[in-house]
């Protein structure tokens, strides 16, 4: 996977609090832990303003609920 699309899945997984996506994407992707830790921070930023995720997850979520 290129850089910017491992940033973007660990910025979900810092909205997502999900520390083990975040370890393989690191590690895998042989990123800085200075980028990776910029990207989890902007997903907590964006959890805590309550901006809505956009991930495929959240989003299937969100249309069974509303049926």
Do not use: F
């Not at 910029?38 to 809505?52: H, K, M, S, Y």
Request: hydrophobic share 30%; aromatic share 6%; charged share 30%.
């Amino acid at each position: 996977m290129n850089r910017n699309t491992a940033l973007r899945y660990i910025r979900v997984a810092g909205y997502h609090n999900d520390t083990g996506t975040y370890t393989k994407i690191l590690v895998g992707n042989r990123l800085s832990k200075a980028a990776a830790d910029e990207a989890w921070r902007a997903g907590v930023e964006a959890r805590d303003n309550n901006v809505p995720c956009r991930c495929g997850e959240c989003l299937t979520e969100k249309q069974e609920k509303t049926g």
